[in-house]
Nanobody, 119 residues
């Protein structure tokens, strides 16, 4: 079974840091883009950061300079380092990956991990 498993969420005070991890597992031939999205209560899911297979990154304006996305190709894992966290960063964070399975590309989502930033 192909899946994305996230870890690293939790409760942190404003100004603190957290690191999220997301590992892809299963019979995957390859992984193209990977990324992180978030959804706050009452709001739509939004892009936080993405990283291409070639390492090109893009970020939401609201997190530029504070968050950093990276990936370990050997471990099929994507990370999100979050610094200078603000209460408005509170949300469920979802990992996303475009994976290749037997020649076809699929859009996978993780189960979500809660990030809560207290003021």
């Amino acid at each position: 079974q192909v899946q994305l498993v996230e870890s690293g969420g939790g409760l942190v005070q404003a100004g603190g840091s957290l690191r999220l991890s997301c590992a892809a597992s299963g019979s995957i031939s390859g992984i193209n883009d990977m990324g992180w999205y978030r959804q706050a209560p009452g709001k739509q899911r939004e892009l936080v950061a993405r990283i291409s297979s070639g390492g090109r990154t893009n970020y939401a304006d609201s997190v530029k300079g504070r968050f950093s996305i990276s990936r370990d190709y050997a471990k099929s894992t994507v990370y999100l380092q979050m610094n200078s966290l603000k209460p408005e960063d509170t949300a469920v964070f979802y990992c996303n990956a475009h994976v290749v399975i037997r020649g076809s590309e699929y859009n996978l989502w993780g189960q979500g991990t809660q990030v809560t930033v207290s003021s």
